[in-house]
């Protein structure tokens, strides 16, 4: 069984995840299925995960991508959340993950006081006013004028693939999507061509590839699946899987056959690579198993008690801090490290955070460090979304 240290791990994984300067790509698409999925709980979460990712990326080019060409589709998936996938790994998710999903959202209607009669009668009214068009949640509730939980009825037809999210409304910030029928919005997507037992094997295959090294910890809580799940569909590509042994881990990992040779091929770096994350972004959310890229002191501070992962920023694949982004008044980006690092990685930190900051407003921002953060775990569970707020500052520019 072969060894490797966790910086050649990291390596691997900063490469594959295009956060190295030499693997960032113009390539949208490509990276949405290189990083397993883009998370879209958050709207703004897959602008924020791309630009980490892409040269010259501009909102516009995955708006094309998801409401244009429809190479890039929402759906949720793994773990019952809202992703970005690849229109060609839509099935696989779909599949694999509709049993748990649609379940989740069934009940979900019934505690928002859905009846199975009432989503019947309503659903099949929703199809008959969608024919031909899209439409938003406010047009759908006055066409077919009912006091009951649209928005639990809408999200359960789309989890049973009967409706497409479309493009949000009055803008990318907002959470509420317009929709359409599935079959009309994505007729070149067969939801029924491959079958759950098959999906669960090539959505582990697809999850290896894009965060190999993984132990099976990390496998059943990337999918949302039972351990007995995955190690019954992991039969299924046993040939195209090696256990390896990871020096953080201590417990095998599996990593693709196709990249154990580009693990031990993969050169040291002469720089500091340094990456600030959204939260909720796929790296950050990718592992049960964060020990590889997190001490556990600083837990914490980037993980909230459902372990959902704020705003991060990363240092050679490890995290050293947090970042924040706020509006009121002028714009302004906050950072706050909780682990003290060179002179002149703070500097490009900075410098990141200026960009960074410029990409979200639109325009110049001021950027500021902090002097000390509360655990997220000792806030409310909205704390990922604002980890900074009301923080000290210390230094600004």
């Known amino acids: 069984m072969a060894d490797f240290s966790l910086n050649s791990v990291s390596r691997l994984i900063l490469h594959k995840q295009h956060l190295t300067d030499d693997s960032r790509s113009d390539d949208v698409v490509r990276i949405a299925y290189d990083t397993g999925g883009l998370h879209a709980t958050e709207p703004a979460t897959p ?51 509709r049993r748990m999903v649609e379940e989740n959202s069934r009940r979900f209607g019934e505690f928002r006081g859905v009846s199975r009669e009432d989503y019947e009668t309503v659903s099949k009214a929703i199809m008959d006013i969608l024919k031909g068009r899209e439409m938003g949640l406010p047009e759908i509730k006055k066409e077919i004028e009912t006091q009951l939980n649209v928005p639990a009825i809408l999200n359960l037809m789309c989890d049973r693939g009967l409706l497409a999210r479309g493009m949000r409304e009055k803008g990318r910030a907002n959470r509420n999507h317009r929709y359409a029928l599935f079959h009309e919005y994505l007729p070149d997507i067969d ?39 995955v190690r019954e569909a992991m039969a299924g590509i046993q040939d195209e899987v090696v256990r390896v042994e990871v020096s953080y881990a201590g417990r095998p990992c ?79 980006l906050k950072f706050f490290l909780f682990r003290e690092v060179p002179e002149n990685v703070l500097e490009d930190v900075r410098l990141k955070a200026e960009k960074l900051g410029e990409f979200i407003a639109g325009e110049s921002v001021r950027v500021t460090q902090c002097a000390s953060m509360a655990p997220l775990t000792g806030r409310t569970a909205g704390a990922v979304m604002s980890p900074l707020k009301g923080c000290d500052e210390s230094t600004s520019r």
């Open 254 to 332: 599996f990593i693709l056959r196709s990249d154990l040779d580009i693990i031990g091929q993969m050169n040291k770096r002469k720089g500091p690579v340094i990456n600030l994350l959204p939260m909720l972004d796929p790296y950050l959310m990718g592992y049960k198993e964060r020990e590889r890229y997190i001490d556990g002191e600083s837990y914490n501070m980037v993980y909230d008690r459902s372990g959902n992962a704020t705003s991060t920023i990363l240092l050679d694949g490890r995290a050293v801090g947090v970042w924040d982004f706020a509006r009121a008044g002028e714009p302004l």
């Open 191 to 229: 939801l029924a061509k491959i079958k759950e037992t098959e999906a669960k094997t090539l959505l582990i295959r697809y999850y290896a590839g894009a965060f190999g090294p993984v132990t099976e910890n990390d496998i059943a809580w990337w999918t949302g699946f039972s351990k007995k799940e």
């Open 47 to 97: 602008y924020l995960s791309i630009f980490a990712r892409a040269n010259g990326f501009t909102g516009k080019h995955l708006d094309d991508e998801l409401y244009r060409t429809k190479n890039l589709v929402k759906i949720r998936c793994m773990r019952k959340t809202l992703h970005v996938l690849t229109k060609d790994m839509v099935p696989v998710a779909y599949a694999a993950t």
